[in-house]
Structures are given as structure tokens and as C-alpha cells.
């Protein structure tokens, strides 16, 4: 394994590793503590919880995970029925999986905007899914931004500034934790910062269909014709 900075080529770390792969999740864990301890990064409690949080021990259902965050890319009618039916594989795997309930809210948002669910079904079933992620897990930032972005467009607008700002705090890298964020930044007319979060989305996941979609719409808004 061999960490490089990218901008530079410089050569950062590397490690061998010979192991048995019947606990590819430990040989993950054993990696990032030596690439840590080898940049001499410096992590606070909670940054050190995350890092040791490991999200199932099933392999079948990161598998069935993994799976289904090829088909969301993918970003149509049956790409996201596929997906779905990937985190319900993962979940039936380990019901206690809650990323794969995270990102069944996230699927439930998307499948409403390519028109493969109705607002009010899509509103009831991404908040159940993000609901029992947070139940499992109350740290997930992805859960709590969806949460926020309901809540908001429930009248709740305090409380839903308060989450999605701690979900950012959380995952300042997390390219769906921003586009949500900037949804919820055009609802409060707030369009030049919501177009200023959309770009940062999509430096984080260039080849994000929905990302581009948003972007386009957030820079139009604002005049920034071209860029859109």
C-alpha cells in the first residue's frame, strides 16, 4: 500500500502487508492507524471514534453496499430500483447496517428526482430510512443532513439549520452532505452561497450526475451563465 500526494508525486508512506483474507475490515483498520501514525496526524476523540467505527462486519452486506453506490451513480429510473434493492439485500444482511440505511434515505431523495417516486412518498420513506440510521449510529452526518432538509421543508427552520450545520462540521468532505446543504441554503434564499457550496460538491465528486444537475440549476440562478 503507498500513500502519494497527488498535486506533487511526493511519496508520503507505504506498508506490506501479508495477511489471510478472512477480515478484509481489520486489514482496513490496520492500515489507516499506520497511515495515521505515519503522518503524525493528531486526532481529537471523536475523529478517533470515526476511524475505528467499523460500519458492519458482514462482507455480504458491504458487498450488497458497494453494489448499490454503483447503480445510485448510474442516477435513473432503473439504476435506482437496482440500488434499492442492493441496500434491502445489505440491510436483510445486517439490520443494524447504518450507512446502507443512510444511503436508502439518500436513493429515496434521488428516485424523487428522476421522477420514479412521488414528494409525499419520497418524504416518508427517505425520513424512516435517515431516522433509523441516526437510531444506530447518531454520529452519521449523511442522516442528519437529510433529516435537516426535511425538516426544513417542514417549517422546522431552526432546527434545521442547527443539523445541517453540524452535519457539515462533521463531513466538511462529504460531497452529498454539501449538495444538501446547498439545497437547504437556496430554500433560505441564500442562492450565491448555495451556488458557492455546489461548486465545493463538485470538487469533492466530479463525476456526480446529480451534483452536476444541481450545479447547473445554482449558477444559472445567480447569473453565472457561462459556468452553468
Known sequence: AQLIQAETGYHLWSGNFDRELNDVFAIQDE?????????QVSLGDEDAARLARRDTDSIDA???YSLALREIDEYDFDSLDRAMMHLDKAIELDPGYALAWAMKSLTYRHMLS?????????KRDSRAAATRALELDPSLPLPMALIAELDYDDDRHDTALTA???AVDLAPNDANVAGIYASILV???KPFEAADVRIHALELDPLSIPLHQEAVGALGRIGRVEEA
Open 31 to 39: 492500515i489507516a492507524e499506520e497511515v495515521v501514525s505515519a503522518l
Open 62 to 64: 458491504f458487498r450488497e
Open 114 to 122: 428522476v421522477g420514479s417516486r412521488t414528494y409525499d412518498e419520497s
Open 164 to 166: 445541517i450545520q453540524r
Open 187 to 189: 430554500a433560505d434564499l
